[in-house]
Every structure is written in structure tokens, then in C-alpha cells.
């Protein structure tokens, strides 16, 4: 409810003797509602506003607070807002108020400054070309609008702006500031210094990797350059020259710095370091005993061709190689390989060749049919410290000139390994035979009988082919298992010599019995 409002309330009665009616009226008051409306809501200081009172629900009593420490109790009041130096907003308050109770609205007022004020710092005010200026505003006046101009055509409507100076000169960069009541101008000089003028030549843009690139500076009144070549190395030489480890295209780039203001400029150029063989051998250094074979291994396959000196005039080619020095000393072989580009790579080794000590001794009986066998050979080698000796039987020795015992027949390899203090070596053989010894054994069918006794020989000897018997009677013969007759009695001995192929010889002696010869 927005008024006032009456209401009628009707009673009605009833019993058997009839009907009874009673009216009352009662009347609600409504609650306020506060509500107003402003001839303005934005303006410059001082600002005239006027407020026009809507409240509803009858309201008798009103009360305005206008947000900057004045208060009113008019129904329609008028107010004047002056502030400064920056905007601000006045929240106006209305209350509005009945016996039921009261109501709150709100409405803000804008307010502008009447006076604005336009400053900058630069930074920097003075620098080379091209020259960044950062513009930093500190201009006051409530919500402004920024106009710069910079001095060379160039503006900008930001509050805070930078911009780039790309020639060298004198310019006078302006700022207007306004916020619709009033505008304010500042302004500031910046120097913008020329750079020098930066340039370099290659002698020759495109090299293997390994060769030096040579630069030549051709700026001018430079007091100071820093060279970068792209590979993380730098100079600070006026005209330098650069080798490049690696293979790969560079940017070379050089940084002047002008003797009359101390400007910088930077210059660039482009090379390319072509792949060069990267020769890498197991080892350089190779020392052996002569005939020494040296098996040179090249690991890392860049090379497609190679020319080989081995030190001792013999030439040879393909990046590995290998090569067989004969003789003793010290040689020093290089080799120059080349990839598919033409780039070549060197490498140079040490070859150190020992001599070979003579390895000789002579034995002045080499054969025997008897054990033990003992043999001193005479060491007649050269050039040797050290003698290892191998006789064949299980026993060594490391004497110059030791004993070697052979306890049983057979083919013995004395082996003498002679070394000199390098390590070097020499071998030689020589055969020790011990034969084997043969052994006479035999049986007779019978060892006593009568005259004209007729005996068989059963030869059982060993490591033998030759027989000689002697049957005592003055008869003999060479045969293995012999037949003989005894045709008159006595007491005979029989003797048997063997021998074998190697000329060794052994005799058994057995005595036979005639009974005859007993009965007498």
C-alpha cells in the first residue's frame, strides 16, 4: 500500500428470534517508501544539482545527507558538490520517514575536477638509435583523456605509453591531458644519438672445419669491437681470425662501439665451416719387438681416402692401415686423410721397434741308451737377459746354463725361450732322445736231458729286433725263437744279445744241465 487505506469489518448475530448486524471501520497507514530523482549525476566542480522527492506511502518527515558532510530535511532541497583535485563520487542518501517506520534510497553523483594538471618523466631522455623512450605519466585531474605526440609523426592515446626512435635527432614529445571541464599541456626533449655505421668482410665464407676464417673490420671510428662467431667463442680484435671445431652454418656477428658517443651497432654474416675428417686411432704410440706388425684402427669413419708415410720411406693408403717394421728403432708415421668435401685431417705416431735377442744352444750328446740321462746344454744365445727353460720332462729351469735329468726313455723337446730387457723373444728347439732299452728274456723248453738233447728256445725279450745266440757249445745263430741240438754231454751256458734299432744292446746268460754228465 502506497496511502492510506480504510477497511470495513460487518458483524452479523442470529438466533431463532432473528438476525443482529454490527459495522466498524479500521484504518492502515502505509509503510514509506523512499524514492528521488537528480537534475544532474555527472559534472565539473562546483556542480549544481537539484533533487526531486518521490517518495510514496506518505511520508512526514525527510532526511538527505549528501555524501560530503551536508545534510537536509527539504522535501525537494537543491546542493552544490565541489571537490578536487581528482574525480569523486558523492553517494546520496535519502531517508524518508512515517509513523509505521522509514525507507532508504541511494543515488551517486559524479563530480570532475575543475582543473587538470599534464606531467611526465622519461626514460631515457638521451640515448642511441634506435632509443626506446618508456613515457611515465603523472598528470592529475580526475578521469583524463592523454594525447601524446612524440615529435616525428608519431602519437598515441595511452596513459602510459613507450615508444621507438629509430633515427638519430632532436625531438619534442608533448602530452595533453583533459577531463572535459579543463586540458593542461607538458613537454620534454629527447636526444636520439646516431649509431656507427658497423660492417666486416669474409676473406673466404666457406672453409673446412679445422681452417681459419679471416675477418677484415671495415667500420670506422670504432673505439671499441666485440666479435661473436657463433659457436660460443668471441674476440675482441679488430680484424681476428676464427677456427671452428665443429662443422655447421654460423652467424658471425660483430658489435662496434662508436668512438663519439659510445653508440653501438651490430653487423652480420653468414659462413659455413664444411666437415672435415676427425681422425681418431686407438693409440699413437705403438712399441713392439721387430718383426713388429702395427694394425693402425681408425675409429671414427670420416675419412673416405688416406695417404700414409710409415717413417722408413714406404708409403701406403685407406685411413686404416696396417704395416710390419722389420727392422729396429724408432719411426714416426703420418697420415693425411680426406673426406668427400676435400677436407683433409693429420695424424702422427711414434713407433718404437726392438731387437729380437738370438735364441742358439747345442747339446754334445743329444742320444742315450741309458737312464738316467743327464744333459748341460752350452747356451750360446745373443743379446738375452732373461732364459726360460723347458726340457720336455716336466722340469724347467731359468738358468744360463742348467741339467735336465731323464729318468725314461722317449723323444724330449728342450726348449730354450731367451728375452732381452724390452721383452722381446726368441725360441729355439732341439730333440733329446733317451731309447728304450731293450730287455733279453728267454726260456728253453727243457734245461737238462740225454745227449743228443734237442732244445726250443721261446724268445720273450722286449724293445728289441736283433738276436745273437750263443748256445756255449761253440755254435751260434741269429734268430728269434732258435732250435739246438746238444750231441755230447755238459753243463752249457747259453747267452742271448739283443739290440734294437737305435744300436742299444743287452746280454742274458742261462746255464743248461746234461744228467748224463752228472751219472759220471
Request: glycine share 8%; net charge negative.
Amino acid at each position: 500500500f502506497i496511502q492510506d487505506t480504510n477497511y470495513v469489518v460487518s458483524l452479523s448475530v442470529t438466533n431463532l428470534c432473528g438476525t443482529t448486524n454490527y459495522l466498524d471501520t479500521i484504518l492502515v497507514h502505509p509503510l514509506p517508501i523512499a524514492s528521488f530523482a537528480t537534475t544532474v549525476n555527472t559534472g565539473c566542480s562546483p556542480l549544481p544539482v537539484g533533487f526531486q522527492n518521490l517518495s510514496l506511502g506518505s511520508p512526514t518527515n525527510y532526511i538527505w545527507n549528501f555524501g560530503d558532510g551536508f545534510f537536509s530535511t527539504a522535501v525537494n532541497p537543491t546542493h552544490t558538490f565541489t571537490y578536487g583535485p581528482n574525480d569523486t563520487i558523492f553517494n546520496i542518501a535519502l531517508i524518508a520517514i512515517n509513523p509505521c517506520g522509514s525507507d532508504t534510497a541511494y543515488f551517486p553523483i559524479h563530480v570532475f575536477p575543475n582543473t587538470v594538471t599534464s606531467f611526465f618523466n622519461t626514460n631515457p631522455t638521451v640515448g642511441c638509435a634506435p632509443l626506446n623512450v618508456q613515457f611515465t605519466n603523472y598528470s592529475q585531474g580526475g578521469s583524463l583523456n592523454y594525447f601524446w605526440s612524440f615529435g616525428n609523426g608519431q602519437v598515441s592515446n595511452a596513459q602510459s605509453p613507450s615508444h621507438l626512435y629509430t633515427s638519430s635527432g632532436t625531438y619534442v614529445a608533448q602530452l595533453v591531458v583533459d577531463n572535459g571541464c579543463s586540458f593542461d599541456t607538458s613537454d620534454i626533449t629527447i636526444t636520439v644519438l646516431p649509431k656507427p655505421q658497423v660492417a666486416f668482410s669474409i676473406v673466404d665464407d666457406t672453409l673446412c672445419m679445422g681452417q681459419a676464417f679471416q675477418f677484415t673490420n671495415l667500420s670506422s671510428q670504432l673505439s671499441n669491437t666485440v666479435w661473436t662467431f657463433g659457436d660460443g667463442d668471441t674476440s675482441l680484435l679488430y680484424n681476428p681470425t676464427h677456427i671452428y671445431a665443429s662443422a655447421g652454418n654460423f652467424m658471425v656477428m660483430l658489435v662496434g662501439t662508436s668512438a663519439a658517443n659510445g653508440c653501438v651497432d651490430t653487423a652480420y654474416r653468414p659462413l659455413t665451416s664444411i666437415p672435415s675428417p676427425v681422425l681418431n686411432y686407438d693409440t699413437l704410440l705403438y712399441e713392439g719387438c721387430a718383426t713388429l706388425g702395427v694394425s693402425f684402427n681408425e675409429l671414427s669413419g670420416t675419412a673416405t681416402s688416406a695417404v700414409w708415410d710409415y717413417g722408413d720411406g714406404t708409403i701406403g693408403i685407406a685411413p686404416s692401415s696396417s704395416y710390419f717394421y722389420t727392422n729396429a728403432g724408432t719411426f714416426y708415421p703420418e697420415v693425411v686423410a680426406q673426406n668427400a668435401f676435400g677436407c683433409t685431417d693429420t695424424a702422427n705416431f711414434t713407433v718404437v721397434v726392438h731387437d729380437v735377442p738370438i735364441a742358439d744352444f747345442d747339446v754334445l750328446d743329444k742320444t742315450s741308451c741309458e737312464v738316467p740321462f743327464q744333459v748341460t746344454p752350452v747356451n750360446l744365445s745373443q743379446g738375452a737377459l732373461v732364459y726360460n727353460w723347458i726340457f720336455g720332462n716336466g722340469s724347467t729351469s731359468n738358468q744360463f746354463e742348467p741339467t735336465a735329468t731323464y729318468t725314461q726313455s722317449g723323444s724330449y723337446n728342450m726348449v730354450l725361450m731367451a728375452y732381452n730387457q724390452f721383452g722381446c723373444g726368441d725360441t729355439t728347439v732341439q730333440t733329446i732322445i733317451v731309447h728304450p732299452i731293450p730287455e733279453a728274456l728267454f726260456v728253453p723248453d727243457t734245461t737238462i736231458g740225454c745227449e743228443d738233447l734237442t732244445i726250443y728256445f721261446t724268445n720273450n725279450s722286449t724293445n728289441s729286433n736283433a738276436y745273437l745266440w750263443n748256445f756255449g757249445d761253440g755254435a751260434s745263430i741269429q734268430a728269434p725263437n732258435p732250435i739246438h741240438t746238444y750231441p755230447e754231454p755238459g753243463i752249457y751256458t747259453v747267452s742271448l744279445i739283443v739290440s734294437n734299432p737305435q744300436g742299444c744292446l743287452i746280454r742274458l746268460h742261462y746255464q743248461l744241465l746234461n744228467p748224463n754228465l752228472l751219472l759220471h
